[in-house]
């Protein structure tokens, strides 16, 4: 029996209520489930899992407060989208225990507040960023600080991590692509590190000449905030205790004895950790107040120790093209000298040549007179480059005579020929003793009625090791006007930061962690830009395309649809 046109109308009633219940029960359920199909490459919206296992453990809250609200450029636009996106991805597996907010820092302060306030977040180490943004209505730019970092709060712990990568010797549009792809990374492994109930034990190694002043505070400042740091000095203390998760050796400049190194060895054997950053030349950057002066060796008697655990600093100084500034009088205009910013050959910047956690996405690393550092074949021990030189450099064996007047003379690019010669590399593996059939019985009676603890030949357990050639990869300038500065800025550019502080913490991370989100380092977005030419060319022919396609096929269903319907009701 054919329905009457009421019965229709009620159908067709019953049918919309039933799509629109269909839909609101949808809505609803999303609020509570979460679901996303990651169909890039690089699995750029997919968490790893070990950074979701992480959430998941959590046991209270813990809070972010993110400071990228306000109006910005595209770039910092889609910065501040793409932590919004991770965190939100955070919630997912965190639930309750993940809350944030982005914040505006200080914009509805007055100036006097807004400038205290900012000083509090660069002493808590969020970096500022100087961005050029135009005027309400005008052709006129105008200069603003922005902080484009997070504080992350859980129990009675904070830490801040700063979102963008700098960008020395990189297009912008990279930098930004390489900052989203550590903020995993960095997000996770700072709640990590909050998270554990023992902060890792580091010794700073003294005893030796080593630094205990301002230009090692920002190191030992930055290792606090992180770690449990005690002093232990070499030459007094009768051995070194296992409970240390790591050594930290800056700069020593007086000899190691035979009794220093094996309590070096033993420590090592008993699967210790060292960050060894050390000057074997006598050259600093205070010698460059003074006149030309000539770098020798300091004789610190640890090419043995380290030529058996598998790598040589050398003794020779590193000349670069790809190089720091500093300033020098090049004229005199009148009686005032004209001083200009100069790169000098003897501070490389340092970059990777690999994609080890430690150096993945990492920028320039700021040197000053580093020295090459070789690797031993065989061994059993594994060795990776972290830091090298650029393609156009070489080495000056000692002794080296060093001129500031060299360098207002343009450098022969010829004469740097030498490529990626490595500065800072890793040993792992279980390392052999020095002292293996070079000691006696007695004396390893001797060792042991010292240290409580028998003489091993080996390394019972596998350990690992940084050898860097320069010691001023982890100090910092110290200015006479402000102080001690931050590790990786110049104090004549202090505007801009190199990856120092960022290839330390990532080292002694790696050293004395087993922290499973070091892996989301190795995540990579890709760049797909499209063909500025083509754009060009093209781009009126697109714009129509645009435009038109979209109303064409409207206007087309449109017509389907009134042709259906009136072959449905024309009977």
């Given at each position: 029996m054919e329905l009457t046109r009421k019965d229709k109308r009620k159908q067709y009633l019953k049918r919309t209520l039933a799509v629109l219940a269909v839909i609101i029960a949808i809505n609803i359920a999303a609020g509570y489930f979460h679901a996303r199909l990651d169909l890039t490459a690089e699995?750029?919206?997919t968490l790893a899992p070990a950074t979701r296992d992480l959430l998941r453990r959590l046991d209270a809250p813990v809070q972010i407060e993110v400071y990228l609200k306000g109006k910005y450029p595209a770039g910092f636009r889609q910065l501040s989208d793409a932590t919004r996106e991770l965190l939100e991805e955070f919630q997912q597996?965190?639930?309750?225990?993940?809350?944030?907010?982005?914040?505006?820092p200080g914009s509805d302060l007055p100036d006097s507040m807004r400038a205290a306030f900012q000083d509090t977040l660069m002493a808590r180490g969020i970096l500022p960023f100087n961005l050029q943004v135009q005027d309400d209505g005008k052709d006129s730019y105008a200069e603003k600080l922005i902080f484009p970092g997070a504080i992350i709060k859980y129990k009675d712990r904070e830490t801040s991590v700063n979102l963008l990568k700098s960008q020395g010797g990189m297009d912008p549009m990279q930098a930004l692509n390489s900052s989203q792809a550590l903020l995993e990374y960095k997000f996770a492994s700072a709640i990590y590190q909050l998270q554990q109930n023992r902060r890792p034990l580091i010794g700073y190694?003294?005893?030796?000449?080593?630094?205990?002043?301002?230009?090692?505070?920002?190191?030992?400042?930055t290792l606090h905030e992180l770690y449990q740091v005690d002093t232990v000095n070499l030459a007094t203390t009768p051995s070194i205790p296992e409970e240390f998760d790591a050594l930290l050796f800056v700069r020593p400049i007086q000899t190691f004895t035979e009794a220093d190194k094996l309590k070096i060895d033993q420590y090592v054997m008993q699967g210790g950790n060292i960050a060894w950053f050390i000057d074997n030349l006598t050259a600093s950057a205070d010698s460059l107040r003074g006149s030309d002066f000539v770098?020798?060796?300091r004789n610190l008697q640890l090419e043995d120790l380290l030529f058996k655990y598998g790598a040589r600093v050398n003794q020779d100084l590193l000349q670069d093209l790809r190089a720091d500034i500093i300033p020098l009088v090049v004229g005199h205009m009148g009686d005032k000298p004209q001083i200009e910013p100069i790169p000098f050959p003897y501070f490389p910047l340092l970059a990777s040549t690999n994609a080890h956690p430690i150096v993945k996405n990492l920028d320039y690393t700021m040197s000053r007179f580093a020295g090459s550092v070789d690797t031993m074949a065989g061994g059993g021990i594994q060795k990776t480059v972290l830091l090298t030189t650029s393609d156009h450099s070489r080495t000056v064996r000692a002794p080296v005579q060093i001129s500031l007047e060299s360098v207002q003379q343009q450098p022969n690019p010829r004469e740097f020929r030498q490529r990626f010669i490595p500065v800072a590399v890793l040993l792992e593996g279980r390392?052999?003793?020095?002292?293996?059939?070079r000691i006696g019985l007695e004396a390893q009676r001797e060792w042991q009625s010292v240290s409580g603890k028998p003489f091993r030949p080996e390394a019972d357990t596998a350990g690992k090791m940084i050898v860097a050639g320069d010691a001023d990869l982890v100090l910092n300038a110290v200015s006479r006007k402000n102080g001690p500065m931050q590790m990786g800025v110049n104090e004549f550019n202090p505007d801009y930061q190199f990856a120092n502080k960022e290839f330390f913490l990532n080292g002694m991370d790696y050293l004395t962690s087993h922290s499973p989100v070091m892996e989301t380092r190795n995540k990579e977005l890709t760049l797909r830009l499209l063909d500025a030419e083509k754009v060009r060319k093209e781009k009126t022919t697109w714009q129509i395309?645009?435009?038109?396609v979209p109303i064409g096929a409207i206007l087309l269903f449109a017509m389907v649809f009134q042709y259906l319907r009136q072959r449905k009701y024309a009977k």
């Open positions: 699995q750029r919206y597996y965190g639930g309750a225990n993940i809350r944030f907010t982005f914040l505006n190694m003294l005893g030796h000449g080593e630094p205990e002043g301002p230009e090692v505070y920002d190191a030992l400042k770098a020798f060796d390392f052999p003793s020095l002292f293996r059939n395309i645009a435009f038109a």
